[in-house]
């Protein structure tokens, strides 16, 4: 008579296990969809980086063979740091807007799906918690 009470709850159980293991492998997914977006965008922006990097060296080499007399000298000096500088703006604007849209993608797959993060943080959590103690038991 009590056991199906049980079996009901048993059941419920495992179809809300079931369901949160669905959400999980969607928000897996499209974690992964993102960050393969992202990576894509990023490899595109190092290589432009890139190209820009070795126009600029080429800039630079053909300035400093122009320039081979000694009364040039700062000239040349300032403007290598010039070029130096701006290689490290561009440079670091890429890395920046990398990791803002690496940050804001994060941020939208939680927020579609709000529910499925909390059950892999959760799981992942659960996970950690047994790992660890189970080594903590052991010693």
Same mark, same amino acid.
């Given at each position: ?12 159980? !495992?179809?809300? =296990? ?8 969607? /928000? &897996?997914?499209?974690?992964? @969809? +993102? ?46 740091? !010039?070029?130096? =500088? ?8 890429? /890395? &920046?807007?990398?990791?803002? @849209? +690496? ?37």
């Amino acid at each position: 008579m009590f056991n199906l009470g049980k079996e009901n709850i048993r059941s419920d159980a !495992d179809q809300l =296990a079931q369901e949160a293991s669905n959400t999980v492998e969607k /928000v &897996a997914e499209q974690i992964k @969809t +993102s960050a393969a977006k992202v990576s894509d965008k990023i490899a595109n922006k190092t290589d432009a980086t890139k190209d820009q990097a070795e126009s600029l060296i080429h800039s630079l080499k053909n300035l400093l063979d122009e320039h081979k007399q000694k009364t040039k000298v700062e000239q040349l000096k300032e403007q290598l740091t !010039d070029r130096a =500088a701006e290689l490290k703006h561009v440079v670091t604007d890429e /890395v &920046a807007n990398a990791y803002a @849209t +690496s940050k804001q993608r994060a941020a939208e797959t939680v927020k579609e799906n709000p529910v499925g993060t909390l059950v892999l943080a959760a799981g992942v959590g659960l996970l950690l918690g047994y790992v660890l103690g189970s080594k903590q038991s052991s010693q």
